[in-house]
Structure formats: C-alpha cells, structure tokens
C-alpha cells in the first residue's frame, strides 16, 4: 500500500512538472518551429515574416488566442491561402509549438 502511494505522488508531480512550461519545452518549440514554419513566418521577437502575408509569430496572439490553436495544430492547419502547407504534429509538440508562442507574447 505504501509504494502505491509513493508511486502515484511520483506520477502526480511528473505529470505536473510536464504541464508546467520550461525552458526545454520553449526551445523545442523553437527548433520545430525553424524547422516547419520559419520559411515564411518571423519567428523571432523583431522583423518582418520572409512571406509578406505570413504573420509574425510575435503577433499571433493579437489575431488569436494561442491556446486556440491546439486543435489546429493536432488536426492540421488549413488557411485560405494556397502557399501554406497543412502540418500536423502529435500532443508532445504541440505543448512544445504553444509554449513557445507564449514565450514571445
């Protein structure tokens, strides 16, 4: 009963460690955001976007709530313009993508 216990305070502060942003999280939705979308939007805290009609990423919780892009980013990302491509990441990456965007709010 006692390591029952134990291991469920183990699983209650991993899970809260993993829900709390760090800078780990931030930089890997740095990196995949060089990776995936740094061709055409700015994904730094100054500067235009490389695409003209690609927003900033700096300015994207002006025009959205960042947490409102979740179930884009899980489902896929479809804009009215045909230059973006569509990407879907798994929930990991997504956590990593939003904590990121939250960063540079």
């Known amino acids: 009963m006692r390591v029952s ?15 709390t942003p760090s800078q780990a999280n931030i930089q890997q939705g740095r990196n995949l955001a060089r ?33 409102s892009l979740q179930e884009a980013l899980a489902e896929g990302i479809v804009t009215g313009h045909p230059s973006m491509p569509e990407f879907q990441f798994d929930p990991d990456q997504i956590n990593d993508l939003l904590q990121f965007l939250k960063s540079l709010e």
């Open 5 to 19: 216990f134990v291991a469920a305070l183990g699983l209650l502060a991993l899970a809260a460690v993993r829900a």
């Open 35 to 67: 990776l995936y979308c740094m061709k055409c939007h700015s994904i730094d805290k100054v500067g235009p976007s490389p695409l003209r009609i690609a927003p900033p990423f700096r300015t994207l919780h002006e025009r959205y709530p960042i947490e």
